[in-house]
């Protein structure tokens, strides 16, 4: 017999698909593949991703769990047959294309990331999603090297306060912008170099003046519409401009001159549709480089935790943008 039930609690999505609109009802507990484990879900990270598929916008790739959900942290309770590296009763987070906001979740087992015995499930759902964007877009698209000046939108979000302590880590020189003063010192805290205040101060000058006209090596935008010929403008020669959103839109008007009279690239990238063996690349990668330094030189930054049943609240917080950091679904 499974030492699990057959059914689990998770998150639907109501007919008007408002935050207010989110509930829980039954599901069967997912089954695993011979290459799955089965994770009893103690906390699941909230994303923009889910907010926009709860929408309609951002459905799961074929074969993925319809349940919303990007990250999760909880306990190991089965394992599949040929699952080798792992027991059950070890404690682990993972990225996963869907299924965090329930019970039971499955993923592969090369998929998934050790937590530290002195680290909750809280904190720890609050690490894979961001460190995994962090990586594979300022450090692979963007090629950060140890003394580059990063400039980084959205400074006080999960992703941002995460690609701060990880740049910083690396050796660059980091700006961010956010939207409030609050913001801004949270941002410096964690060990932003210049943290600029948008509604306030124009980022492309403040960049210029940062940067000693150098402009910026690597740029990561979450935010699209004006940004766009913005960044362009802000951008250091040879220099690499990464979208992983558009929150302001994606169609934007721009002098593109500069891209070819300064070398720029322009690029973006999602990680929830990748393959199996990409995903699989990018967790022995982080495993290595990134995972040994988190709780240490890489800290989870949670703003808040509601209970599995409050996800609708947990939407409602994150499209409001008045947090910093993470905010968490406490599953237990």
């Not at 991703?49 to 993925?64: E, H, S, W």
């Not at 995994?132 to 450090?139: D, G, R």
């Not at 959205?154 to 690396?170: E, P, V």
Request: aromatic share 6%; proline share 5%; charged share 20%.
């Amino acid at each position: 017999m499974p030492n699990h039930p057959e059914t689990m609690r998770a998150i639907a999505i109501g007919a008007d698909k408002s935050p207010q609109s989110l509930h829980i009802e039954t599901r069967p507990v997912p089954e695993i593949s011979d290459n799955e484990v089965l994770v009893g879900i103690g906390a699941a990270g909230v994303n923009r991703g889910d907010c926009v598929q709860r929408i309609g916008l951002y459905p799961p790739p074929p074969g993925a769990s319809d349940i919303m959900g990007l990250e999760f942290a909880g306990e190991i309770v089965a394992c599949g047959a040929q699952v080798t590296a792992w027991q059950p009763g070890a404690r682990v987070a993972a990225l996963v294309a869907g299924g965090g906001y329930g019970d039971y979740a499955s993923v592969h087992q090369d998929h998934i990331l050790p937590i530290p015995d002195s680290m909750s499930d809280i904190d720890a759902a609050a690490l894979p999603e961001t460190i995994f964007t962090v990586w594979a877009n300022i450090f692979e698209l963007g090629r950060l090297q140890a003394g580059d000046v990063l400039l980084v939108h959205g400074g006080s979000s999960g992703i941002g306060t995460t690609a701060i302590q990880m740049a910083k880590m690396a050796g660059a020189k980091v700006m961010v912008t956010a939207g409030s003063d609050e913001k801004c010192a949270a941002c410096t805290a964690l060990g932003a170099d210049l943290a600029v205040n948008y509604r306030q101060t124009d980022f492309v000058e403040a960049c210029a003046d940062f940067s000693g006209g150098h402009g910026a090596d690597v740029i990561l935008d979450m935010v699209g519409g004006d940004y766009v010929d913005r960044n362009i403008k802000a951008a250091a020669r040879g220099g690499r401009i990464v979208n992983i959103a558009y929150l302001q839109g994606s169609n934007a008007s721009a002098d593109f001159l500069p891209v070819m009279l300064k070398n720029l690239t322009l690029t973006g990238s999602t990680l929830r549709a990748r393959p199996l063996e990409e995903k699989t690349r990018l967790t022995r990668l982080i495993a290595a480089q990134i995972w040994p330094h988190i709780g240490d030189k890489i800290k989870p930054v949670v703003y808040r935790s509601f209970p599995l049943e409050e996800a609708g609240a947990a939407h409602e917080l994150m499209e409001s943008s008045q947090h910093i950091g993470k905010i968490i679904l406490d599953c237990r």
